[in-house]
Nanobody, 118 residues
Framework: VQLQASGGGLVQAGGSLRLSCAAS????????MGWFRQAPGKEREFVAR????????TYADSVKDRFTISRDNGKNTVYLQMNSLKPEDTAVYYC????????????WGRGTLVTVSS
C-alpha cells in the first residue's frame, strides 16, 4: 500500500489541525493504521493507531484527550484530528499501515510537517 499524508502547517498553540492520509489500493480496510511523529533531534514516536474497522483506537499518553484518529474505509483515508495543540507537538507526522500478516507497521508515507508556535 502507498500512503500520502497531508494537512500539516503552521498553527498557534491552542489551535487545531486535521491530518489526512490517503492510501492506494483496494485493500485499505485490511490494514491497521497508525500515526507517528518525529520532532527535530528526537526519535520517531507512536501517536495513535486504529483498528481495521475503526472500532478500536489507542493513543500515546501525550496526546490522549487532544487527538482523535479516525478512518473512512470507503475513501481509503485515515485522519488525525489534533486539538489544543502545544509547541511540543511540533514534528513531522507520518502515517503507517500494518497488514494482516504482520505485527508491525511496514508501510510508511512521506511525512507532513506540523509546526505549533507559542
Amino acid at each position: 500500500v502507498q500512503l500520502q499524508a497531508s494537512g500539516g502547517g503552521l498553527v498557534q498553540a491552542g489551535g487545531s489541525l486535521r491530518l489526512s492520509c490517503a492510501a492506494s489500493g483496494r485493500t485499505f480496510s485490511t490494514y491497521i493504521m497508525g500515526w507517528f511523529r518525529q520532532a527535530p533531534g528526537k526519535e520517531r514516536e507512536f501517536v495513535a493507531r486504529i483498528s481495521r474497522t475503526g472500532g478500536s483506537t489507542t493513543y500515546a499518553d501525550s496526546v490522549k484527550d487532544r487527538f482523535t484518529i479516525s478512518r473512512d474505509n470507503g475513501k481509503n483515508t485515515v485522519y488525525l484530528q489534533m486539538n489544543s495543540l502545544k509547541p511540543e507537538d511540533t514534528a513531522v507526522y507520518y502515517c503507517a499501515a500494518m497488514d494482516l500478516y504482520s505485527n508491525s507497521f511496514g508501510s510508511w508515507g512521506r511525512g507532513t510537517l506540523v509546526t505549533v508556535s507559542s
